[in-house]
Each structure stands twice: as C-alpha cells, then as structure tokens.
C-alpha cells in the first residue's frame, strides 16, 4: 500500500519551532518530487514549500520564506519541512505531497500537480 504519514505537529507558541516529517511507505519516493501543504481553518489547501527529487531545487510561498526550509533524505524516504519563526496564521493542517511525473529540477507549486497526499498533521500556533 503506497502511503504518505506526516508526524511531528502540535502546539507550539508564536516564535516557536517545529519539524515535520512525512515518511513515504509502499513504493520508492526517491524520483519524486514533494511538496507540503496547508489548510487553515475554512480556507483552501495551499502551497508551503516543495523540493525536487534529488533536493537541488527547491521552492516556497511567499508567507513562508526565510523562516521554512524543505529537505529530504531520499535513503529514508522521508521529507521534511523545519518550521521557525511560527506565526499564529502558520496554523492549519499540514499535508505531505507526492508528485511522481516530474523527474526533473522542477518543483510543482499546485494541488493538481500532485498524484499521492498524506492524512495530514495539525500545526496550532498560539499568540
């Protein structure tokens, strides 16, 4: 069974850190490229950062930039996505994508794009 589990949200204060991971299980995930994800509260799901299959290139929403980095380590099959700085608006759930067409430097920035998605995990920061 192809998978995708994220762990590592919770409640954190404003300022704050926090690691996701997301463990890819079923298949290899190292041609892929992956995205995260976010969904706050009665709003749409939207593009956090995504990396490239082999992790030399890389990308990330605006709001995020310079406080977020992906990386991943394809020998574990596992993504992850440090978030510092956290801000109240960062809460939302967070979910891990899997784009398995793009074997390339490209890093795809939409929903659509995106053939594998994971349960998501809840990030909840605190003023």
């Known amino acids: 069974q192809v998978q995708l589990v994220e762990s590592g949200g919770g409640l954190v204060q404003a300022g704050g850190s926090l690691r996701l991971s997301c463990a890819a299980s079923?298949?290899?995930?190292?041609?892929?490229?992956m995205g995260w994800f976010r969904q706050p509260p009665g709003k749409e799901r939207e593009f956090v950062a995504g990396i490239n299959w082999s992790g030399s290139n890389t990308y990330y929403a605006d709001s995020v930039k310079g406080r977020f980095t992906i990386s991943r380590d394809n020998a574990k099959n596992t993504v992850y996505l440090h978030m510092n700085s956290l801000k109240p608006e960062d809460t939302a759930v967070y979910y891990c994508a899997a784009d398995s067409v793009h074997y390339s430097d490209y890093v795809p920035l939409t929903v659509d794009e995106y053939d594998c998605w994971g349960q998501g995990t809840q990030v909840t920061v605190s003023s």
């Open positions: 079923g298949r290899t995930f190292s041609t892929d490229a």
